[in-house]
């Protein structure tokens, strides 16, 4: 068990539709990162948030965004879903504002867009 | 840019037999190297790093040398169990600048009576 809890653990919705997903970070863990993985493009970085900042940003649409409230939980929200949009969606955890590269993943959120 | 190419999977070994997955990397500075395994319906969980040229990562009797010269780092385990079937992903991440933790694409490896 890393202690990152991800909520929820599968999600069905139709094109179009919003979704939220929720994430919270390990005790003590200051840094939150939102990662996709798909079959096609693998693990790719969305956004990094630390304690509540936005801090590093990847390959997320403008259609996702993100944040972090102050008790350090984080929520991705996905809007306007377009099939391609199915993926797991990750979340990690780590201490500092910089990447070490040790981070702890939760289990994850299985997006399926119908 | 900075990426990381795995060897593609499948693979599929037998108990007890050595296992190396081939992970090689392109950088524009001087990455960290790690690698992440992935069991079914479960998260990624570091397993192994190397900060420096040379430096061997080790854990769970798995290891991986940092080879500057060739850019690769290898993991290798001399005697695979069956508990070991995972998804093995090989991540680098730029020493001192940058916050994107880069992965491989993964493999799959399957352990087998």
């Known amino acids: 068990d890393s202690g990152v809890t991800q909520t929820p653990k599968h999600l069905i919705t139709a094109t179009g539709q919003r979704v939220t997903l929720r994430c919270s970070p390990r005790s003590g863990d200051l840094s939150v990162y939102w990662y996709q993985q798909s079959l096609d493009q693998g693990l790719q970085f969305l956004i990094q948030y630390y304690n509540g900042e936005e801090r590093a940003k990847g390959n997320i649409l403008e259609r996702f965004s993100a944040q972090q409230f102050p008790d350090l939980h984080s929520e991705l929200n996905l809007s306007s879903l377009e099939l391609g949009d199915s993926a797991l969606y990750f979340c990690a955890s780590s201490l500092r504002a910089d990447n070490t590269g040790e981070l702890f993943f939760g289990e994850g959120s299985r997006l399926t867009v119908l | 840019g900075n990426s990381v190419t795995q060897m593609e999977g499948p693979v599929t070994l037998s108990e007890e037999a050595f296992l190396t997955i081939n992970c090689t990397y392109t950088?524009?500075?001087?990455?960290?190297l790690f690698w992440y395994v992935q069991y079914p319906g479960e998260g990624l969980q570091l397993l192994l790093k190397a900060t420096k040229a040379d430096d061997k990562g080790s854990n769970k009797g798995f290891e991986a040398t940092y080879r500057k010269e060739t850019t690769s780092f290898h993991l290798e385990k001399g005697s695979v169990q069956v508990s070991d079937s995972a998804v093995y992903f090989c991540a680098l991440i730029l020493t001192g600048g940058g916050n994107k933790l880069t992965f491989g694409t993964g493999t799959q490896l399957k352990v087998e009576l």
């Open positions: 950088a524009t500075g001087y990455p960290s």
